[in-house]
């Protein structure tokens, strides 16, 4: 990326790297630090005309929450917390990773886009 004069570094956190998971500690560390790294890089690697950013996913229908699923409770309670009433689906985070990836973004750098149907927004 350096040679080519840039690139774009694009991770995957949590909004759990912002909010905290209670007994998910390892996890929400993990993933609060990787929002330390996209910014750390962010700021080193600009002057090479390479971006890093993150996207923090909120509640996903994906293997690893299969589990959570199937409780209806446990959907319906979360439901009620995010403003669009639903989880999302891996094509939700789509569009962020591509608009990162482009030219439409080579002036955002060290950013962190949330995509969690509001969950983050509202008490």
Same mark, same amino acid.
């Given at each position: 990326?350096?040679?080519?004069?840039?690139?774009?570094?694009?991770?995957?956190? =949590?909004? @759990?790297?912002?909010?905290?998971?209670?007994? @998910?500690?390892?996890?929400?560390? =993990?993933?609060?630090?990787? +929002?330390?790294?996209?910014?750390?890089?962010? =700021?080193?690697?600009?002057?090479?005309?390479?971006?890093? $950013?993150? +996207? /923090?996913?909120?509640?996903?229908?994906?293997? /690893?929450? @299969? !589990?959570?699923?199937?409780?209806?409770?446990?959907?319906?309670?979360? $439901?009620?917390?995010?403003?669009?009433?639903?989880?999302?689906?891996p094509r939700d985070l789509a569009g962020v990773a591509v608009f990162l990836a482009s030219d439409a973004? =080579?002036?955002?750098?060290?950013?962190? +886009?949330?995509?969690?149907?509001?969950?983050?927004? !509202?008490?």
């Open positions: 990326m350096r040679r080519q004069g840039r690139g774009r570094i694009i991770f995957t956190t =949590s909004i @759990a790297g912002v909010l905290g998971l209670g007994k @998910a500690h390892g996890y929400t560390a =993990s993933k609060s630090g990787l +929002i330390g790294l996209t910014r750390s890089l962010a =700021s080193e690697l600009g002057e090479y005309g390479i971006t890093c $950013n993150g +996207i /923090l996913p909120g509640y996903f229908e994906t293997d /690893l929450t @299969a !589990s959570y699923l199937q409780s209806a409770d446990y959907v319906a309670r979360l $439901n009620s917390r995010v403003p669009l009433r639903r989880w999302g689906s973004a =080579s002036y955002v750098t060290g950013q962190q +886009i949330v995509v969690d149907g509001g969950y983050t927004i !509202s008490l």
